[in-house]
């Protein structure tokens, strides 16, 4: 019951607040020609239709999370069904084709039953809900798809699973003593106010906008980004919080004058690194980490993206 009063309160709101400047209506359809067209058509033929049939993990990792033994997972695991079904949303507005949205459809009510009682959705275990990996940046991504396909489909089933993900969320970092920052890895996990953001302007929970705000106010903590005073600042101040005099405001500037020429002076003249070559080092988490499950059998990240892979 209360589920449905959120999603009929959500329908009011949504259909009250004004459009913001550029917003895509979720209307738009498009349709490409030529070798663009092509392109869509073979990615929804040997992608789309076929990447959660040929690696069933990206579901089933879900349903196992809290299983012994204790699943091996890379620490970004829960994005991969995220970010497919972002893709797959998006791809419905290019194509004509009608095998794709019941597709997509049938992939989504998967997704949904592997929710749990308390609104996680993720690949990890109990005691770890949310508190650490890259598990929020994965949330972030699915709870995006499910926004997304709510505002396609009007689907109530997808806005319910995103809210009752998003009051977890909420009750784990708002309504407690913890920090979105203090889950690690900052640049990924405090990218779901995104997610929130968007779930806010659909139902106008002043909850989610309370959530949004905290995690806005933690990017000014050091190595958290400080995004959103850089952006009002016009990129003159740099990320320690500091305007920099050397670098003309580049956002990217964290260091003194002679660190930043000597770091230039190494990368042109030293071997290629990871910060030259954008490739990570061999001993990051992403270089050393497991793969995700036994039938994720797609190359690490580090190495897919030397292959072309994305």
């Given at each position: 019951?209360?589920?449905?009063?959120?999603?009929?309160?959500?329908?009011?709101?949504?259909?009250?607040?004004?459009?913001?400047?550029?917003?895509?209506p979720t209307s738009a359809h498009f349709h490409f020609g030529g070798p663009l067209?092509?392109?869509?058509?073979?990615?929804?033929?040997?992608?789309?239709?076929?990447?959660?049939?040929?690696?069933?993990?990206?579901?089933?990792?879900?349903?196992?999370?809290?299983?012994?033994?204790?699943?091996?997972?890379?620490?970004?695991?829960?994005?991969?069904?995220?970010?497919?079904?972002?893709?797959?949303?998006?791809?419905?507005?290019?194509?004509?084709?009608?095998?794709?949205?019941?597709?997509?459809?049938?992939?989504?009510?998967?997704?949904?039953?592997?929710?749990?009682?308390?609104?996680?959705?993720?690949?990890?275990?109990?005691?770890?809900?949310?508190?650490?990996?890259?598990?929020?940046?994965?949330?972030?991504?699915?709870?995006?798809?499910?926004?997304?396909?709510?505002?396609?489909?009007?689907?109530?089933?997808?806005?319910?699973?995103?809210?009752?993900?998003?009051?977890?969320?909420?009750?784990?970092?708002?309504?407690?003593?913890?920090?979105?920052?203090?889950?690690?890895?900052?640049?990924?996990?405090?990218?779901?106010?995104?997610?929130?953001?968007?779930?806010?302007?659909?139902?106008?929970?002043?909850?989610?906008?309370?959530?949004?705000?905290?995690?806005?106010?933690?990017?000014?903590?050091?190595?958290?980004?400080?995004?959103?005073?850089?952006?009002?600042?016009?990129?003159?101040?740099?990320?320690?919080?500091?305007?920099?005099?050397?670098?003309?405001?580049?956002?990217?500037?964290?260091?003194?004058?002679?660190?930043?020429?000597?770091?230039?002076?190494?990368?042109?003249?030293?071997?290629?690194?990871?910060?030259?070559?954008?490739?990570?080092?061999?001993?990051?988490?992403?270089?050393?980490?497991?793969?995700?499950?036994?039938?994720?059998?797609?190359?690490?990240?580090?190495?897919?993206?030397?292959?072309?892979?994305?």
């Amino acid at each position: 019951m209360l589920a449905l009063l959120l999603i009929n309160a959500a329908t009011a709101f949504a259909q009250e607040r004004p459009a913001m400047p550029m917003e895509m209506p979720t209307s738009a359809h498009f349709h490409f020609g030529g070798p663009l067209g092509d392109r869509v058509q073979a990615n929804l033929d040997n992608w789309l239709l076929r990447a959660p049939l040929a690696n069933l993990g990206m579901v089933e990792m879900f349903r196992r999370r809290d299983r012994k033994p204790v699943p091996e997972l890379v620490p970004w695991a829960g994005e991969f069904v995220g970010k497919y079904l972002i893709s797959a949303v998006q791809a419905c507005r290019m194509t004509d084709d009608p095998r794709l949205e019941p597709f997509v459809a049938g992939v989504l009510k998967e997704l949904i039953s592997t929710q749990a009682e308390d609104g996680y959705l993720g690949p990890f275990r109990k005691e770890e809900r949310l508190l650490g990996h890259w598990d929020l940046w994965g949330h972030y991504h699915v709870m995006l798809a499910l926004l997304m396909w709510h505002e396609r489909t009007s689907d109530r089933a997808a806005l319910a699973c995103a809210t009752k993900l998003a009051d977890l969320v909420c009750s784990t970092y708002l309504d407690a003593d913890r920090r979105v920052f203090d889950a690690g890895s900052q640049e990924m996990n405090m990218a779901i106010i995104h997610s929130l953001g968007r779930l806010y302007r659909l139902t106008g929970a002043e909850r989610y906008l309370r959530m949004v705000r905290q995690i806005a106010k933690e990017w000014e903590l050091p190595g958290a980004g400080d995004y959103l005073r850089v952006a009002l600042d016009g990129g003159r101040r740099n990320r320690g919080g500091r305007v920099c005099t050397t670098c003309r405001g580049l956002s990217s500037c964290t260091r003194s004058p002679a660190t930043r020429s000597t770091s230039r002076r190494s990368s042109s003249t030293g071997p290629a690194s990871a910060t030259t070559t954008g490739i990570p080092a061999a001993d990051s988490p992403r270089a050393s980490a497991p793969s995700a499950t036994r039938t994720l059998t797609a190359p690490s990240r580090p190495a897919a993206r030397r292959r072309g892979w994305r």
